[in-house]
């Protein structure tokens, strides 16, 4: 992530949920990536840009919706003024350190 910044986000370690307020400089991007596990849903708040997805570009503007469902490949790009937007998915499980099996 180049030019951006988590604003706030959920902290409730008892949680099923995970959301970031993400803000995006002018002309920043976050690059191509993939999430495999969680389909995340992007809702923008401020600003303007586009989330360049395999189905094809879609620009966002303050209200815009978008579903990325997961195993999508995506990347964000904020426009002149700037990005603001909330990401929501289900919370990822914590990693947990358990014994070996016995044999």
Known sequence: MTGATVDWRLT???????????????????????EPDLDVLLVVVEGDGVVHLDSGDQPLVPGAVVWLPRGSRR?????????AYLT??????????????RP
């Open 88 to 101: 929501s998915h289900q919370r990822r499980p914590g990693m947990r350190i358990t014994a070996p099996p």
């Open 12 to 34: 409730d370690p008892g949680r099923q949920l995970d959301a970031n307020l993400v803000r995006l400089n002018p002309e920043h991007h976050i690059g191509e990536h993939v």
């Open 75 to 83: 990347s964000v790009r904020a426009g002149a003024g700037g990005l």
